[in-house]
């Protein structure tokens, strides 16, 4: 039962993380009720639910017939998943709290980059410094543990952001001044224990999502990006590494 009530509010939460991820980039605004995607007419309640909605209208919008993004139900779900992990992993604590609240962080960010190859600067920094901040409260972690790694992958991924400039100097870089302000919050959020294994998988990811790209590029494929979207795959590896192993990273065999 309390895994079916955590399940509830982890998709009340994406709906919460849906609105974010609607308005943000288009409206910079989340003032008034929740308006279709597509012709801007104002929702039915029953479509403003979180996954219902989408599932209801079987994934077209009533308003206007057209087809509703997938993205949306998928955040939903990942949303729930989420928080019924962590709360598997740490119940009702300050680690759940913090553990939720950075991967709203995450879902957010990582789902905006993908549809608009975007990170906001000032939200990202203030994630990072509330990050950092509350890094006291939480077991497994620290404000020193927070500020290495913040400072460990600010310089790394500085280093990529000019490796990439120099390599692409007369083309859009593939790497952005975004991605290194999202890699210093997944430094300070899981710390210089953690960093690691969170931007591993996050590569790993990334390089495997490229070659598959690459793969299709050469059978003849039309319309395929040139680039990735490498902030969505940071976000998905630091969150995978975060429901996995948590802030008290892998533990030795005894």
């Known amino acids: 039962m309390d895994l079916i009530l955590v399940a509830l509010a982890g998709l009340l ?18 003032s008034g009720w929740p308006r279709c995607t597509r012709c801007g007419q104002p929702l039915a309640w029953w479509q403003a ?21 997938a993205l949306y139900p998928l ?8 928080f019924v992990l962590l709360y598997v992993q740490h119940h009702l604590s300050i ?21 608009h190859r975007l990170i906001y600067t000032l939200p990202t920094l203030g994630a990072t410094l509330a ?9 497994f972690h620290s404000v020193l543990n927070a500020l290495a790694g913040l400072l460990i992958a600010g310089i790394l991924f500085v280093i990529f952001y000019m490796l990439a400039r120099f390599l692409f100097p007369a083309h859009h870089a593939p790497f952005g001044l975004g991605d290194v302000y999202l890699g210093m919050f997944i430094g ?8 690691p294994g969170a931007l591993l998988y996050g590569m790993l990811l ?13 059978i003849g494929k039309r319309n ?3 680039y990735i979207s490498y902030g969505t795959f940071l976000c998905i590896g630091a969150l995978i590494y975060l429901v996995i192993w948590g802030l008290a990273g892998p533990q030795p065999l005894s």
Not at 17 to 26: F, K
Not at 133 to 139: C, E, R, T
């Open 13 to 30: 939460l994406g709906g919460c993380l849906n609105l974010i991820i609607i308005r943000l980039p288009r409206e910079q605004g989340f």
């Open 49 to 69: 639910l979180p996954l219902l909605g989408w599932l209801a209208q079987g994934g077209r919008a009533r308003c206007c017939s057209q087809r509703l993004e």
């Open 75 to 82: 955040i939903d779900l990942i949303t729930a998943a989420t």
């Open 95 to 115: 680690s759940l709290v913090y553990s939720a609240a950075v991967a709203a962080v995450l879902i957010v960010t990582g789902a905006i980059d993908w549809q």
């Open 131 to 139: 990050a950092s901040v509350a890094a006291f409260a939480v077991p």
């Open 188 to 195: 300070a959020a899981l710390g210089l224990t953690n960093l």
């Open 206 to 218: 990334a390089g495997a999502f490229s070659a598959i790209l690459v793969i299709v590029r050469r």
């Open 224 to 226: 395929v990006p040139q």
